[in-house]
């Protein structure tokens, strides 16, 4: 049964992942809801492997493929800007997911200068509808 569910999760994933999604077919979030940064702080040095917490208020967490209303996982964009709303977010070097429920990771960085910032997907890495974005923060990797 789990590998049926998996399978069928997988193909409504590769079935949205190219497409835009109506607006009205979007996980919706609660009036409220936020993600943000635990740590690290803004204009904070710090070494890598960087560890970095993430904060969610007003939904829950849910792994990738869980269906239930007001939740979602973490994706971290790193020196990037948001995604297209309504359409699929891709597995990338500067967009992680974490679709296993995470709310931390260890991010290996390369010293320098970088802007992090957290938006909510559903359980098909689809931004929420209003998408629920974290304010970016820039750290300094020594």
């Known amino acids: 049964m789990k590998l049926l569910h ?3 999760f997988c193909l409504a994933f590769l079935a949205t992942s190219n497409a835009a999604i109506a607006d009205d077919d979007l996980s919706p979030s609660p009036e409220g809801a936020a993600v943000y940064f635990i ?3 803004d204009d904070m040095t710090v070494a890598s492997p960087v560890r970095v917490v993430f904060g ?3 939904m829950g967490v849910a792994p990738a493929g869980t269906e239930k209303e007001h939740t979602g996982h973490h994706h971290l964009l790193i020196n990037r800007d948001l ?3 309504g359409e699929a ?3 990338e070097e500067d967009l992680l997911h974490f679709g296993g429920g995470q709310t931390e990771a260890m991010v ?3 010293p320098g200068t970088h802007t992090l910032q957290l ?3 559903d359980m098909y890495h689809i931004p929420h509808s209003p998408p629920v974005v974290s304010t970016p923060i820039t ?3 020594k």
């Open 6 to 8: 998996s399978l069928c």
């Open 39 to 41: 740590s690290p702080a």
């Open 56 to 58: 969610l208020r007003n």
């Open 83 to 85: 995604p297209p709303a």
């Open 89 to 91: 977010m891709p597995n």
């Open 108 to 110: 290996d960085l390369p």
């Open 119 to 121: 938006i909510l997907g």
């Open 139 to 141: 750290i300094t990797v």
